[in-house]
Every structure is written in C-alpha cells, then in structure tokens.
C-alpha cells in the first residue's frame, strides 16, 4: 500500500505540472484526439466503398477500432515513462531508481503522466459509443454485452502495458529500442483494429500469441457479434491480459538482476 501511496503522489504531482500551462494540455488532448478521428474516417472511406472487410461491417469494425484506440489511450497516459525507457540505460538513469526502497517499475510509473493522451481514449470511446449504439438498435448486442465492452475495452489497456513492458526490458541487453517499438508495438496495436479475418493464417497466430493484441478486442467481440469463439472467449481476454503483464514484470525483474550501470 504504501507504494501505491507513492505512485499516486508521483501522479499527482506530475498533473499538477502539466497543469501549469492549461492551453497546452486543451491543445494536445484535442490534436491527439482528431488523429484518431482521422484515422477513423479513412477506414470509414474505405468501409463505405466496399460495405464489409473479412465479413465485418462498418459499425463492427467501429467497435474493434474503438476498443483499440481506449485501451491504447490509456497505456499512454499512465505508462509514457516505460514508452521511452531506453534513455534511463543510455544515460545512467537507472541507476537512480535502484536506490530507492520502492520498485522500481512503479517509481518510474509514477515519474510521468500524460492525461493529454486521453484525447485518443475519449474519441476512441465516441467512436465506440456509435458503433454499439447502431448494433444495440439492431439487436445484435444487448445491455449486458455493451457493459462487458466498456469493461474490456479498460482491462485491454494491459496489452499495450505488457508489449512496451517487454520492450523496455530488452533495453538491459540491447540498451537502444526505440527501432523495436514500430515492430512490438505500434503495428500490432494497429492491426488490432482491424478483424484479424482479413489476415493471413500465420499472422493471426501472431497476433493471438507472441504479439497478443487480439485479446483486446477481436477474440471477445467475434462472440458477442455472432462471428465464432464461446463464451469462454469473454474470461480468456481479461484473464490472458492479467497473466501477460506478470509474466512481462517477471522479464523486467531478470532484467533488473542483469543490468550494468552505464560505463561499466
């Protein structure tokens, strides 16, 4: 508890600081909310054009991609330290996390806190809010489903953690891994927002295992939207998210016992 305590004054504090200048955090949270728009409205383009992508509708899609966009939004928010970990190994900082008497994961949490992020989860979110309304009026989902959809949609958001989690943990190898990222991060998070129909075999394995960004969407909506799975799909998710993140805090803890200080 008490390093709950100091993660959430370390929050806090960083909030206040970005709060300092209120202009700046309107004008990013809507900049990174209208790119999300932007990307929606050339899928939209695209969808309108050819009614369906591997079976799935517009407001099908609508859903993934929303439940994407929050669970990605959320990461940002409360992980953008973990995002741009390798510069605490490039530049020694580590080390000053190491001698405080908490851990370290949660220290560097607690260092950085973007809420302007929240843009790309709040308009992720409108764009879910459409989707499900449209398929709650044609009886495809019903209230009990649109509430699993909103929780999940918040849960998913340990994907992305686990992903960058185990991205960030390389850097005690590798040092640099900002060129790994596009690879472990910004593309399968991208093909999540897509049904992973439209992929060829071995690469939905891919996304449902090593890269598990399915579990954020895909696998508990193909149930709920009549498209395969069992209802099993619907405790896999939350479940295989939670069990991701331990196994990625394990990594980090090896990492840890095998990091050299800069220079050594």
Do not use: C
């Not at 060829?200 to 394995?205: G, K």
């Amino acid at each position: 508890m008490n390093a709950l305590r100091l993660y959430g004054r370390l929050a806090a504090a960083s909030l206040r600081a970005r709060m300092q200048y209120k202009m700046d955090f309107l004008m990013s949270t809507f900049l990174y909310g209208m790119l999300t728009v932007s990307d929606f409205l050339m899928l939209a383009a695209i969808m309108l054009r050819f009614r369906e992508v591997g079976g799935w509708n517009i407001y099908e899609v609508g859903l993934l991609y929303g439940m994407s966009w929050i669970a990605m939004g959320l990461y940002r928010t409360f992980a953008p330290e973990l995002h741009n970990f390798d510069r605490y190994i490039v530049y020694g900082e580590f080390d000053g996390l190491l001698v405080r008497p908490w851990p370290t994961l949660l220290t560097l949490l607690g260092r950085n806190f973007e809420p302007h992020r929240l843009g790309a989860a709040v308009q992720g979110g409108i764009i879910l809010w459409i989707s499900v309304s449209h398929l709650t009026q044609a009886g495809v989902l019903d209230g009990l489903d649109v509430a699993y959809i909103v929780a999940a949609s918040i849960v998913g958001a340990l994907i992305p953690f686990g992903l960058s989690l185990f991205t960030a943990t390389l850097a005690f190898w590798v040092v640099r891994t900002g060129e790994l990222q596009p690879f472990t991060m910004y593309a399968p998070v991208t093909a999540s927002q897509y049904p992973l129909t439209v992929y060829p075999r071995w690469l939905r394995l891919l996304l449902s295992s090593i890269l598990p960004v399915a579990f954020i969407n895909y696998i508990p909506a193909q149930y709920l939207l009549g498209k395969g799975g069992s209802v099993w799909s619907l405790v896999a998710a939350p479940a295989f998210g939670v069990a991701f993140v331990t196994v990625a805090y394990a990594f980090w803890r090896l990492g840890e016992r095998h990091y050299h200080s800069t220079g050594s």
